[in-house]
């Protein structure tokens, strides 16, 4: 596929890494693959909102983004961007790494903030770290209208995600509740409709599922 993100050099990324378990380590795991799925990712994401020319480019929010990988392709493609999460130590390294002076970044509980017509929520596996799925995402849909999209990463948790993590000598977060299809049954359940949706690396192999949402109408 081609490279629609601005990739940020894995040495620099792990040279800044802050030692928070939180702040994710596979975008320079040892092992390419690992790195390309990651990568990957948001390479989907990216596509999604290129192609998607029904999607304002004025204001972005990036929730939960707080290693700040993809804030330099966001600010890239949209007037304004907000981060929003716990620990965005990473984010702000980045911020002023590359000079995204369109970037705000909020150390803040999601909950804590009322954001308006936001046309864009990035969500890169961070709702099924909310054990009350419903909570978050009725959170999260306050912050849209009619025309705003919501861009989606979930873990699979499948046969071949358990696998990978075997060979690859990692343990399951502890706070990962659920996985991608029980979390998109939820979001179907809220009124958030799929307009697109692709696995990586690809089915039954899938480790990810990529989704591309929207509310429907009140």
């Known amino acids: 596929m081609k490279n629609y993100f601005k990739k940020i050099d894995i040495q620099y990324l792990k040279s800044i890494h802050n030692g928070n378990i939180n702040t994710p380590t596979m975008y320079f795991h040892p092992n390419v693959a690992v790195q390309n799925v990651f990568w990957d990712r948001l390479n989907v994401i990216t596509k999604f909102i290129i192609e998607n020319k029904k999607m304002s480019r004025k204001k972005c929010l990036d929730f939960g983004g707080g290693s700040g990988v993809f804030l330099p392709t966001l600010c890239g493609l949209f007037d304004e961007v907000i981060l929003i999460d716990l620990d965005p130590s990473q984010a702000k390294i980045i911020k002023e ?106 089915i039954p192999f899938n480790m990810f599922s990529l989704t591309q949402w929207k509310p429907i109408k009140w």
């Open 97 to 202: 790494k590359f000079k995204l002076d369109n970037c705000t970044i909020l150390q803040e509980n999601v909950y804590t903030y009322d954001f308006k017509d936001i046309d864009c929520i990035i969500v890169a596996d961070v709702i099924e770290h909310f054990k009350d799925t419903r909570l978050i995402l009725n959170r999260l849909k306050t912050f849209m209208n009619d025309n705003s999209y919501l861009l989606s990463s979930l873990p699979t948790e499948n046969w071949f995600y358990d696998l990978v993590r075997f060979v690859g000598k990692q343990e399951k977060p502890w706070d990962h509740y659920y996985s991608s299809y029980e979390i998109e049954e939820v979001y179907s359940k809220l009124g958030f409709q799929m307009i697109s949706q692709k696995y990586i690396p690809m």
